[in-house]
């Protein structure tokens, strides 16, 4: 018994030896070779924006993951497969958000050339009930233009572009881009002076704070930046159950647009915290989403006095 145990051992130290030797010898560009092919499979996971149903009924931003070194066609797939019911995907929706596109909708083909994205669905996606096909829209229009170099969307069902929805018939832009609007509402009693501004809101579902996009239609000829503050610092929008932050006594005092910048001047309410000049996350993403929608530029900078306290790249917000 001792002597097998004994010889046991020797050969596994044998073969220990061999392993080793045989590594020592093999070309150092083999190794090399081993280690990127380890770094090949590695399937690091990323998160994306995709617009989902909350718990209330509105579209919502939410994050959901991806996987890395994805074309833009792939990725808008994946990300649409999330908007699907009962789709390969739909466990990995966050909790608090739902999909809502009809089961086995298809994809059947994604195309991106020099900003557009050409997705062709199939013929179930236009089972959607009624009460949710402007929203069906909406979501896939906000979703895909979330993804960096996509300007413009065409929706087509079959080969044939969508040009009204299934079911009351209402017209549809061939192209479509985030100019529709989402979670709509109207405020207006006449035609005259309309404005349509896409403000950006606070919710929560188990303390997790997320952000809800409305597209108010208001009698308002002010510039947009002008309404979006005195939105966020009314109390008027906790009566639809959506929150923001922004103290009700902050003032835009001036603003100006330079290039690809929107340089926002405020008085010191905006401060969370006036002695540290501290500035809310939630109010500077309320805020620098709300303009991401609404103007062409790429930064957003606050100053309070004659101090910039914040400077923000719109691409950059998570």
Do not use: W
């Not at 466990?91 to 050339?113: D, M, R, Y």
């Amino acid at each position: 018994m001792l002597k097998r145990i004994t010889l046991k051992k020797i050969m596994v130290t044998t073969s220990a030896l061999l392993v080793l030797f045989l590594v020592y010898l093999m070309p150092t560009e083999n190794l090399e070779r081993m280690k990127e092919e380890v770094n090949y499979v590695d399937t690091t996971v990323m998160e994306h924006d995709v617009f989902l149903l909350n718990q209330k009924g509105y579209l919502a931003r939410a994050k959901v993951q991806i996987t890395q070194e994805k074309n833009k066609e792939l990725l808008a797939k994946e990300l649409l497969t999330y908007l699907i019911l009962e789709s390969s995907l739909e466990s990995k929706i966050p909790s608090g958000f739902k999909a809502f596109l009809p089961s086995e909708t298809q994809i059947k083909s994604v195309g991106l050339e020099n900003g557009v994205l050409k997705v062709d669905f199939s013929k179930e996606l236009l089972n959607i009930d009624e009460k949710l096909e402007e929203k069906m829209v909406e979501a896939i229009t906000f979703t895909l233009t979330s993804i960096d170099e996509v300007e413009n969307v065409i929706l087509y069902v079959d080969g044939t572009i969508l040009t009204k929805l299934p079911k009351t018939g209402k017209y549809l832009p061939s192209t479509l881009n985030r100019t529709i609007g989402i979670n709509k509402e109207y405020d207006i009693s006449s035609y005259k002076d309309v404005n349509k501004v896409t403000v950006y809101y606070v919710d929560s579902f188990n303390d997790h704070f997320y952000y809800v996009p409305v597209t108010k239609y208001v009698n308002d000829s002010r510039d947009k930046i002008h309404i979006i503050i005195d939105e966020l610092a009314s109390n008027s929008n906790y009566n639809t159950n959506l929150m923001s932050f922004l103290n009700s006594n902050t003032r835009l005092l001036s603003v100006s647009q330079k290039e690809d910048r929107l340089d926002l001047v405020f008085n010191s309410y905006i401060f969370d915290d006036m002695d540290e000049k501290y500035i809310l996350e939630e109010v500077l993403y309320t805020i620098c989403l709300s303009v991401a929608d609404n103007y062409d530029v790429e930064e957003v900078s606050f100053t309070v006095g004659d101090q910039e306290i914040y400077k923000s790249v719109l691409k950059t917000l998570e």
